[in-house]
């Protein structure tokens, strides 16, 4: 396996302390020590903190891109559907610092504003994309007028059910987090389930108990 180059190890642990501690918590005299390299080696490839944000984004968006795809009409819509959850749950545990300290982060980066922006539109549409490809393939009967409400429900529950659980005081690690959402997600579609897939959907949602 080929050496990590210095800019690379610098976004990798940026990211990883940034998700642990929150960006607002995290020095580049952090990142620099994390990294083993000197502040003045740090500053070499990131003259600013702005700087790592910046390449931490493009990663995000670069993984977001992968997810933000049309469902396939020829595969099964259930799988489709379920593989989507999977990985915006992915996508969104690896760079949860961005849905952390929200306010201190937009207030702070203009840039972020804009991924979070361009990032939530595109997720809608494509939630609703699934949605009425679950309901063309016979699992969900649901209305145009409802379709709307399930997918911002959806979307809702998935960017921000880390943060209601801190919040309550039932914040969890990152694979119960991701549990909680995954049922989640399926209690808000299960009531618009057809016979013929309720039974299929209920599984599921066992599964998911922790």
């Known amino acids: 396996m080929p050496k990590q180059d210095t800019r690379t190890r610098i976004l990798l642990t940026s990211l990883q302390l940034f998700n642990e501690f929150g960006e607002p918590n995290t020095t580049t005299n952090d990142i620099a020590d994390a990294t ?5 080696n740090l500053h070499y490839h ?8 910046d390449g931490l984004l493009a990663e995000f968006q670069a993984d977001a891109r992968s997810l933000l795809v049309a469902p396939n009409e020829a595969n099964n819509a ?7 959850i999977h990985l915006l749950l992915e996508t969104l545990a690896a760079y949860r610092f961005l849905y952390r300290d929200i306010e201190t982060l937009r ?19 494509s939630t609703e994309l699934h949605i009425r490809s679950l309901r063309s393939s016979g699992v969900l009967q ?9 997918c911002r429900n959806l979307v809702v529950v998935a ?22 959402i995954a049922r989640a997600v399926l209690s808000i579609i299960l009531p618009y389930a057809t016979v013929a897939a309720t039974p299929l959907l209920q599984a599921l949602t066992e599964q998911y108990r922790n």
């Open 159 to 180: 960017l921000f059910s880390e943060r209601f659980d801190t919040m309550s005081g039932r914040a969890a690690a990152a694979d119960v987090t991701a549990l909680r």
């Open 36 to 40: 083993d390299i000197s502040p003045g």
């Open 142 to 150: 649901i209305s145009d007028s409802e379709v709307g409400d399930v």
């Open 78 to 84: 259930i799988d489709e559907f379920w593989g989507f």
């Open 46 to 53: 990131f003259r600013r903190k702005s700087d790592l944000i």
């Open 107 to 125: 207030a702070a980066y203009p840039q972020v504003a804009r991924a979070q922006s361009g990032f939530s539109k595109a997720l809608l549409g």
